[in-house]
Nanobody, 115 residues
Framework: QVQLVESGGGLVQPGGSLRLSCAASIRSFNLYDMGWYRQAPGKQRELVAVIRRTSITNYADSVKGRFTISRDNAKNTVFLQMNSLKPEDTAVYYC?????????WGQGTQVTVSS
């Protein structure tokens, strides 16, 4: 059974940093594209960043230069380093694992940016 468990969320002041982690209990982790999505109240879920199995990365324009996605295939873990956080980054952040015919989601972790 596939499980994705996010951690690292919390309350941070504007300009602060957080590092999210997603631990995946999944076979052949290295063959999955791993992504972070977020959903703010009243809004649709949106892609934040993705790291392909080739290690190519893509970011939403709103987070470019501030967020960095990385993965550790030996530990079946993907990370999202978030710097220079803004109030508009407040959302539930979800981890996603995807292959051609499969996609899995974590339960999400709350990130709140507020003074």
């Amino acid at each position: 059974q596939v499980q994705l468990v996010e951690s690292g969320g919390g309350l941070v002041q504007p300009g602060g940093s957080l590092r999210l982690s997603c631990a995946a209990s999944i076979r052949s982790f290295n063959l999955y594209d791993m992504g972070w999505y977020r959903q703010a109240p009243g809004k649709q879920r949106e892609l934040v960043a993705v790291i392909r199995r080739t290690s190519i990365t893509n970011y939403a324009d709103s987070v470019k230069g501030r967020f960095t996605i990385s993965r550790d295939n030996a530990k079946n873990t993907v990370f999202l380093q978030m710097n220079s956080l803004k109030p508009e980054d407040t959302a539930v952040y979800y981890c996603n694992a995807a292959q051609t015919h499969y996609a899995y989601w974590g339960q999400g972790t709350q990130v709140t940016v507020s003074s």
